[in-house]
């Protein structure tokens, strides 16, 4: 089953460069605007859509090595 996870990120151009990098390595990764600003954020979060746990960690394997930092947000997990 897919989970969605959301990432806070510190920039809405963070934000594009790791949908990018996560789109190049065939995840599904959507950037969106929250209604306020997150903690942390400049309240823009990368949405990836994962299968498992491996997947998870891949992503954010893939986002670290880019240099892009992000926070998970509460409630999510595979």
């Known amino acids: 089953m ?3 996870i959301r990432y806070g990120v510190g920039s809405v151009s963070r934000a594009i460069q790791g949908q990018k ?3 190049r390595n065939g995840f599904r990764a959507f950037v ?13 979060t990368l949405w990836v859509t994962v299968e498992n746990e491996f997947r998870r ?3 954010e394997r893939l986002l670290s090595a880019a240099g892009i930092r992000f926070t998970v947000q509460a409630g ?3």
């Open 2 to 4: 897919e989970k969605t």
């Open 21 to 23: 990098v996560l789109q």
């Open 32 to 44: 969106h605007r929250a209604s306020g600003k997150a903690a942390g954020g400049c309240g823009h």
């Open 57 to 59: 960690a891949q992503a």
């Open 76 to 78: 999510d997990g595979v």
